[in-house]
C-alpha cells in the first residue's frame, strides 16, 4: 500500500488517509484469520495466541486512528472559512517564535499574530488544530498558555496543559506577593516616628497577615489543583475570577452537561461543597455516570456572576450570554452527541438571553430560575428539535420575586387584596422578577419533578438530580414530571 502525502488542511485528503487506514486494518484482520488456521495446523495454539493477538489489537489501533482522521477531516471541512492555511500557519510561526532558533523563524519572514486567535470563530480553531500535527499543538500551548488556555475550540488536552501552566504560574506570583507581606521592610526608624503620626494606631502588622494568610489559602488550593490533576479548561484569577472544570472524557463523550451557575460565585468559592457549584457538576456527573457511560459534565463558571443586589439587573446576563454561546461552540457539539445546558437562578436569565439568539444544545433546564428574558419556550433557538425543561422545588423562595406587574392594581382596595391573590397566582406569578416564569403552563417547558428537594439550592439532590441525569442521558421517557 502506497501511503499518502501529508494532506494538511484538504478534507478529501485527510479523508483519503482515513479510508487507507481503514484498507490496512482490514488487511490485518484478514491475515490474522489466515495466520491463525496455519498456527493451529500446525499445533502452535500458544503462538497463534500471542501473535494474533498482537495483530489484532494493531488493527484496532489503526481502525481507531481512521476514526479520528474522519473526524479531522469533517471539522476540517465544516469551517467557514476559505482561507484557513494562513491560520494555520499563525499556529507554527508562534511556536517557532517561542524556539532559540532565530535563523528558522526569520525565514518565514514575519511575526506571528497572536491576534489572530482571538479573531477566529471556536470552529476555525477547531479546523487549525484539526490540520495542525500534534506535536506543534502542544508546543504552542506551552509558549503562549494565556492564549490557548481561554481559546475556545482548541483541543480540551492542550487547554488543561495551558491551564496547568497558568495555575502554576499564579502560585509562583502568590508567594512572592506572600514573601513579601511576611518580609519586615521597615526602617529601623520608623517605630520612633509613628507615635508622632496621627496613623499611628493603623493596625498595618495585623492587615498584612491577614492578607498573607488569605493569599496562602489560595495557593493551597491552587496547589490541590495540581496534585489532583484537574482538567481545567478555564483559569482567569483576575477580579472575581473565572474557572471552568471538566468531569468525564470530553473528547469521546456522547452525552455532554454544561452546568451554569446564578449570582455570587467565584473563583474562590468554587471548591465549596456541600450544594456548592462545582460540587453540583460532580454529582451530576457521578449520577449520569452509574446510569450510562460516555457522560462529561462541565461547571462553567465562565462569566462574572453578579454579587448582592446586582442581581436585581440583567447586566452580567447580557455580558456572559455571548460567552456561553462561544464557549458551546468550542466544544465540539457534533451531530451525534447529545449536548444539554443546565442553568440555576440567575444563570437562567443568561441561558435565555442566549437562547433567544442561539444556543448550540439539544436540551436547555432551567432550576431554580427567577425569570427568564423568553416569552415562551418556543421562542428558544435551540439545535433542530430541541426541549426546553424547568423546575421549581418545594419552598423556593425564588418564586416570591414577582414582577410588579403581577401586583394587585393601585386602585384595588386593600382588603381585597388577598383575594386578588388567590385568584391571579392559584398556579403561581406568570412572571417573575426577570421575566416570564419558566414553570408556568403558558410558557410551554416541560416542567420536572422535584421530589425530595426544597429550598434554592437542592436541584442537584433527590428526585430532582435523577431527572437531569436522565434528560443529560437523553432517555426522556424516564423522566417524572410535576403532576
Known sequence: MTVPRFVGLDPSGVGTLAAGTDEAAVSITAAVRTLDEVLLRCERAAASLVVTGRLQGTAAELGEYADGLRWRADVIGSAPHSELNPLVEFAYLATFRSRPDPARFAAWRKEPDLDAFGRMSPTEVAAVFAATAPSIGEELARAHPHTIGAMDGAPPLLRYLANRLLIAERIAELEEVISGLERPDRPGWLPALLPRLPISWFPVKELKDTAARRLREQVDRYRVWLAEDRQILLFDPIGDGMVVEVFGDLDVAEHVAVVVPGMANDLDGFDRTAGGFRDNAATLQQAASAVAPGTATIAWLG?????????????????????????????????SRHLTVIAHSYGSVLAGFAAGVSLLADDLVVVGSPGMILDTAAAARLRPGGRVWSALAAGDPIAAGIDPSELPPWWLPGFLGPLWFAGDMSDGPETLWHGSNPTDDDFGARRISTDGCSGHSEYFEAGSLDNLALIVLGRFSEVVLAG
Open 303 to 335: 462569566y462574572d456572576t453578579p454579587d448582592g443586589v446586582d442581581a436585581a439587573w440583567r447586566g452580567a446576563a447580557e455580558t456572559g450570554a455571548p460567552l456561553l454561546q462561544r464557549f458551546l461552540e468550542g466544544i465540539d457539539p457534533r451531530a
